[in-house]
């Protein structure tokens, strides 16, 4: 299957501080990557879809502002946590589809754990 | 009604028996279905793809499919205790929907025992 990677795989930061986690496509071009959210023992919850060279599409309740997105070529989506605070701890992952496997196959990231302290 | 619901378990079976996961949906426009597998701490891995009605094998796994009835299942035979993990169904609304995610239900958690 497509290899989806992030980095970073884990990070600590301090509250008040702005992450950055970056999804690539290592091995084809996504025009669309999406990326989740998933608290301890909760689902997997679509935060925003990320398309390449436009504005990304959020969820309802999903802050623009504090999630920024940038899509600026087809291998690579970012996700910037902006003034993070502890409840936005979580498990982020991002996803993408590839068209030489059928186009509605999505494939994940393998993650990145964001504790704020 | 939610879009896809899943018993979120856990679902226990002896080792070596067969576990079955159910997983209803609302969508009647959904084309495609999947099933994941998501270890505790790690991102869902893709199991199983199913198109059509009827059922799909793929080693130990099989999918079943049931549009009508709105319900598609993933069996496990030979149970392993590595197979113990939660399992995500997900309908896709339709072919060649690049742009449209996948909406997942809670999952079902299965345990294996030894």
């Known amino acids: 299957g497509a290899v989806v990677s992030q980095h970073p795989s884990w990070v600590i930061c301090k509250s008040g501080t702005s992450v950055k986690i970056e999804c690539r496509s290592l091995?084809?071009?996504?025009?669309?990557m999406f990326w989740y959210r998933q608290f301890p023992k909760q689902s997997l919850m679509l935060m925003a879809t990320s398309n390449e060279g436009s504005k990304a599409t959020y969820e309802q309740g999903v802050e623009k502002d504090k999630f920024l997105i940038n899509h600026a070529s087809l291998t690579l989506s970012t996700l910037t946590v902006t003034s993070a605070h502890p409840e936005d701890s979580s498990f982020y992952i991002c996803s993408a589809r590839d068209p030489s496997y059928g186009a509605d196959t999505q494939y994940f990231g393998p993650g990145t754990r964001l504790t704020v302290l | 009604q939610k879009e896809v619901e899943q018993n979120s378990g856990p679902l226990s079976v002896p080792e070596g028996a067969i576990a079955s996961l159910n997983c209803t949906y609302s969508?009647?426009?959904?084309?495609?279905f999947f099933w994941y597998r998501q270890y505790s701490g790690k991102s869902p891995e893709l199991i199983m793809s199913i198109y059509s009605n009827g059922d799909k094998e793929d080693g130990r796994f099989t999918a079943q499919l049931n549009k009508a009835s709105q319900y598609v299942s993933l069996l496990i035979r030979d149970s392993r205790p590595s197979d113990s993990a939660t399992y995500l169904c997900a309908p896709n609304k339709g072919l060649n929907s690049g742009n449209t995610p996948l909406v997942f239900g809670k999952g079902t958690r299965l345990s294996v025992i030894a």
């Open positions: 969508d009647r426009g959904s084309q495609s």
């Open positions: 091995d084809f071009q996504a025009t669309t």
